[in-house]
């Protein structure tokens, strides 16, 4: 389980974080949502120790990595992969080679073993049929497809997802959803994933947290939200544009 308690983060007097809990278990998909500049992906940076609280713990099953070191997380980022909101693959390199190259890095397996478990893991993402070819010549739902094959090709227990579904027409999201619910069902991975996209929010979280000002001003799971008779959450879960809720 990952659980971070009480995680406070400024930068100079900007409050972002003010005392935040959150905890995802393995197999369960947890979305963290709110507005742009509410500290969504703020607060995931802390699990892999991008960034350190002000305050506060983060907990990698029962682990205290709070104060790791930056050796010390390596091992907690083999287990928790984070996917960006742009995919960071390499241009000159192919998709498959993109997808071999944390192998290549960090087990002893050879070029060729490391190339077969890579085009193993792009089928599994439906990307067979583009080992051979350079990212530069996909779309963005496909270039996220294979930063996901990238991510679990040292089979990660947590994958930490920032903004999946930004910037893709709805069929190539509601792909990436389909594949997020994939990891979590078969292979048991936990999924803590920050967006704002309601039909992904609605379409597979197991349970929704949401940040505002810094706190969390709700959680539990949809129909916890979507019953909740506070006016910043219901303004923000249904898409209104008038009501109490600001934005930064």
Known sequence: MIELIGIHKSFGEKVILDGVD????????HFVIGTSGAGKSVLLKHIVGLLRPDRGQVLVDGVDVTHFTEKQFYPIRKKCALVLQHATLFDSMTCEENVSLPLLKHTDLSEKAALARARSLLEEVGMADYATALPVRLGDGMRKSVAVARALALEPEYMLFDEPTT?????????????????????????????????????????????????????????DLLGSTDPVVGQFIHGKPEGPLETT
């Open 22 to 29: 959150l905890s995802a278990k393995e197999g369960e998909i």
């Open 167 to 223: 910037s893709l027409d709805p069929l190539s999201a509601r792909r990436v959803d389909a594949l997020i619910a994939e990891l979590a069902e078969k292979r048991g991975v936990g999924c803590i994933v920050v967006s704002h996209d309601l039909p992904s929010i609605f379409g597979i979280a197991h349970r929704v947290t949401m940040l505002y000002k810094g706190k969390v001003l709700a959680s539990g799971t949809q129909e």
